[in-house]
């Protein structure tokens, strides 16, 4: 077996694998799974797309056990506001209905001049 076929039942190995782990256990769902099988048989199957599909889920799968073992207790938002953060942003003050002003929005706020 050459080094590109053996490269090629590499990356078919990994795709079906985060492929199975990601999509298919989560939900039940077999589309992906028969896609990615479909895309091996076909003979013109491009083996950089696939490396680079298996690179994504595989980093995706790691960035999300990543945030779950150091912020455990983020929810969406507070995770978002730290990421604005990170690169410098801040994020607009949400519209409260109740026409409260927000805890934040308050400390911030300066009295205006008469």
């Known amino acids: 077996m050459s080094t590109a076929t053996r490269s090629v039942a590499s990356v078919y190995r990994g795709l079906l694998r985060e492929v199975n782990m990601q999509i298919t256990k ?4 077999v589309q ?4 990615v099988r479909a895309e091996f ?4 199957a491009r083996l950089v797309d696939a490396e680079n599909a298996l690179l994504f889920l595989r980093s995706n799968r790691t960035h999300r056990e990543l945030l779950a073992a150091y ?9 978002i506001t730290r ?3 990170k ?13 409260e002003i927000a805890s934040d929005a308050a ?8």
């Not at 989560?26 to 769902?29: A, C, I, L, R, V």
């Not at 048989?41 to 013109?44: A, E, L, M, S």
């Not at 690169?87 to 026409?99: A, I, S």
């Not at 400390?107 to 008469?114: G, I, M």
């Open 41 to 44: 048989r076909n003979p013109q």
């Open 71 to 79: 912020f455990p207790t983020l929810d969406d938002q507070e995770r």
């Open 26 to 29: 989560k939900n039940g769902s």
């Open 32 to 35: 992906w799974l028969a896609y």
């Open 83 to 85: 990421t604005a953060g």
């Open 87 to 99: 690169v410098g942003l801040q994020l607009p003050k949400m519209f409260d209905p109740d026409g």
């Open 107 to 114: 400390q911030t706020a300066t009295p205006a001049c008469s």
